[in-house]
Every structure is written in structure tokens, then in C-alpha cells.
């Protein structure tokens, strides 16, 4: 067991973390995750109203008895949700746990923690992070270019942007983008932060709401099949790559705006890739770290082997390495 600030701040068992995906994160999900000792997390725009909202956290709440939470993205949109609504709907439904991420989460942080709700803000830059912490936020999620969804434009990977970011703030920092096993959870302590979260990797499990094709799709993968979109418009995704986002980048890349491509990206395209399992249905996020994941298991047996992977090295290869290199070096070597 690895206890910490995170963990006891947030009344979890393990610092682990579930990541709020769009049409991914849903009650079974989020109640297997937190049943198995994480922080399993609801996605609130999957839902199509506030109300639908409020019925899916009454819906884990039957699931599980351990703590979960909502992850709220507020993200720049021609017609935006009603996200007030959605914030209310939240608080309403005396939810103790949300993430906020995408856009300046500040009129939403002040309405939370009036609440008496606790904040996880997740971002991909550390002077994101300083400003979510002057909100008053009780961690920060920070997100390294590996990460599936948007990484920012800073291009940062998670060993340079972990630390930096650790070194920066005073709050718990999650470490975000690249994560799948006991390697990256030592990884990201050793780095400062106080425990990982993980979207991809929990994709790929049996409790994970997308179609079987989807999940053995990601286990065939490498690191190298994922695609960045959007980077001429300076809202740069990450997602899978297929036909769709091929074209999608060889458009923009060629002098294409938005409107040349609207039709591609549009999120019921993707919805229906975990629908009906065709990865080439339309764009749908995935991180690199897919390049890392071989098998599907349940939440419990992934956060499981995480920590025995992590005990392992803490307890056995570490020290045992510390051990060679103390030896004395024999006479005429």
C-alpha cells in the first residue's frame, strides 16, 4: 500500500487514478476502479443532459460504496454545454470528488469548493498548474505530451514536465500521460508526484464500456500508431491512427481549416467506433503508452499487479542495485 498527501486528501486506498474519457467513463467503470482501491472517475459530457448526470452517479453509487468523482471539461465550443447546469447537477448530487479540466477552471473551482467538493485539475503546463493552485485547487493532474487527448502546444514529455511541475507547487501532483504499470507508478514518485492517472490503460480492461475490437486493437498497437491532429488550428490532439486522422492531418497540414474537416472529427463519428468496434468509424483518443499494454484484465487485477510490479522494484531491484554499487571493487580490478 502506498500512502501519501494524494491518497489521504482524497480518502482512496491507492494512487491510482482513472481518467474522466468522453463516452468511456462511465458508472461500471468508474465503480470498478474505485471498488479496487483508485479513483474512479465519471465523465460528465458523455452524459447527454445534467439530468442524465445525476441518474449515472446514482447509478455508481449502486455500484460502489468508495469514493469516485465526476471529471467536468470545459473546452472552447461553437454551442457551448450548459456546464453551470452540469456544476450544479454535481453538487446536487453530493459528489466529494471533481475533476475540471480543459479551459480556466475558476468560476467552476470557487462554486466546488464553496461546496465542500475537492478539486483535481488537470492541465498540461506548469504555469496552468501555478494558476489552478492559486484557485485553491487540492491537486493538480499534469499531463505529458505521450497523453491521448490534448497535450497542449508546449510539447513537454512527462520526465521534463513532472518535475517541473512538482518542483513548482505545493499541492499533490498526478502524473498524467504514459502510464500503464508498476514501472511508471515508481517512475512518477521518483519524479515528485504523488500518484498517476490513467486513461488509456483503462480503456483496455473488462469492465471498459467500448467494443472487444476496440481493446484488442490497443493491445495490437505500438507507441508509434497514434496520430496528432489539429496542430495547425493550435488545439493539437492526439488520437489513434487511422484512415480518418491520416486525412484529417494531411488536410490541415495542406492549408485546410476546420470547416474542410468538421465532418471527420465529429464526435458521433467517434462514439460509434466503441459503439460498433471499427477503429476506422472515425477519430478516437488514444495515448502512446498503448505500445505498453498486451493484455485486457479486470480493474482489480490491473491496480493489483501495478502494486505488486511497484512493491517489487521498491523493495527488491532498487535496493538490490544500491547494494552492487556499495560492494568494494576487488583488489587488481
Not at 468508474?30 to 472517475?41: I, K, M, P, R
Not at 462514439?271 to 482489480?300: F, H, K, M, S
Amino acid at each position: 500500500m502506498i500512502r501519501n498527501a494524494f491518497t489521504e486528501a482524497f480518502g482512496i486506498q491507492h494512487p491510482i487514478v482513472q481518467g474522466g474519457m468522453q463516452w468511456v467513463a462511465t458508472a461500471e467503470l468508474a465503480a470498478a476502479v474505485s471498488n479496487a482501491g483508485g479513483l474512479g472517475l465519471i465523465s460528465a459530457l458523455t452524459q447527454p443532459t445534467p439530468q442524465h448526470l445525476a441518474d449515472e452517479i446514482a447509478r455508481c453509487r449502486k455500484l460502489t460504496d468508495k469514493p469516485f468523482g465526476v471529471n467536468l471539461t470545459i473546452l472552447p465550443s461553437i454551442s457551448p454545454p450548459p456546464y453551470a447546469e452540469y456544476r450544479q447537477a454535481i453538487i446536487d448530487s453530493g459528489v466529494t470528488i471533481v475533476e475540471t479540466a480543459g479551459s480556466n477552471p475558476a468560476p467552476h473551482v470557487a462554486a466546488f469548493k464553496a461546496a465542500g467538493v475537492r478539486v483535481l485539475h488537470k492541465c498540461t503546463s506548469v504555469r496552468h498548474a501555478v494558476k489552478a493552485q492559486s484557485l485553491q485547487v487540492d491537486a493538480v493532474s499534469i499531463d505529458g505530451f505521450e497523453c491521448a487527448g490534448h497535450p497542449g502546444e508546449d510539447d513537454v514529455p512527462g520526465l521534463v514536465l513532472i518535475p517541473a511541475a512538482a518542483r513548482k507547487l505545493t499541492v499533490p501532483v498526478v502524473a498524467s500521460g504514459g502510464f500503464a504499470d508498476g514501472r511508471g507508478l515508481v517512475a512518477a514518485l521518483a519524479l515528485g508526484a504523488s500518484g498517476i492517472s490513467m486513461g488509456t490503460r483503462f480503456m483496455c480492461t473488462v469492465e471498459s464500456p467500448i467494443h472487444q475490437n476496440i481493446k484488442e486493437a490497443i493491445v495490437q498497437a505500438s507507441e508509434r500508431d497514434t496520430e496528432l491532429i489539429f496542430r495547425p488550428l493550435r488545439n493539437t490532439a492526439r488520437v489513434a491512427a487511422n484512415t480518418v486522422s491520416r486525412k484529417v492531418a494531411q488536410v490541415l497540414s495542406s492549408g485546410g481549416q476546420f470547416e474542410d474537416v468538421r465532418d471527420l472529427v465529429a464526435g458521433s463519428r467517434g462514439r460509434r467506433v466503441y459503439e460498433l468496434g471499427d477503429p476506422d468509424a472515425g477519430i478516437w483518443t488514444v495515448g502512446q503508452v498503448q505500445g505498453l499494454i498486451e493484455d485486457i484484465p479486470t480493474c482489480a487485477e490491473l491496480i493489483s499487479r501495478i502494486l505488486r510490479e511497484a512493491r517489487a522494484i521498491l523493495t527488491d531491484h532498487l535496493p538490490a542495485l544500491l547494494q552492487k554499487a556499495s560492494a568494494p571493487i576487488p583488489a587488481g580490478r
